[in-house]
């Protein structure tokens, strides 16, 4: 079968899971797959399906995605800083300077590591959230995944992403 497909899902329930003094928490909805359903090539089982979603406080995610603004700057700052030491290492001759400027091209790669925007990939821009509630932001992609076992096992499966429409 091509295309969607829709399942019947029963018995569904939520649980927001925040921990103290951080901007952002889960939701994490349960639902009972009553039969095993199939596409194309790929089997979803019956049995318990789950979808996870990050959830913000406004002010949280605010502050997040301004330092998130900054850091993005920095380190394209120190990108352009990066790649013009090694445009000028390329173009001269003398070996000295060559050094000079690969030396100052991994200084700045190494300010770009320094702005922490790696660590800043989970913060969601203003796109890409729906608000739920007073100071909540839901974030509209999140993760579909089963697990077998008990919980405390760690046996989870990722099935795919979990989007979210507004109207």
Avoid at 92 to 102: M, Y
Avoid at 119 to 139: C, F, R, Y
Wanted: proline share 2%; hydrophobic share 40%; aromatic share 8%.
């Amino acid at each position: 079968m091509n295309g969607l497909q829709n399942v019947q899902l029963k018995d569904g329930v939520w649980e927001m899971i925040w921990r103290d003094n951080r901007p952002a928490g889960l939701i994490v909805c349960g639902f009972n797959l009553e039969r095993s359903a199939s596409r194309n090539d790929v089997t979803l089982d019956c049995g318990n399906v789950y979808m996870t979603f990050p959830v913000w406080s406004k002010t949280g995610l605010m502050e997040n995605q301004y330092l998130k603004m900054v850091a993005q700057r920095e380190y394209e700052a120190f990108e352009a800083k990066r790649n013009s030491h090694l445009e000028l290492m390329k173009n001269t001759q003398n070996i000295l300077t060559k050094a000079l400027h690969f030396r100052n091209a991994a200084a700045a790669t190494e300010e770009m590591d320094n702005t922490g925007l790696h660590l800043m990939t989970n913060v969601p821009s203003k796109h890409d959230v729906l608000e739920i509630g007073e100071g909540l932001q839901l974030v509209k992609t999140g993760t579909v995944w089963s697990r077998n076992g008990s919980f405390s096992d760690n046996n989870h499966q990722l099935l795919g992403i979990a989007m979210l429409l507004s109207k």
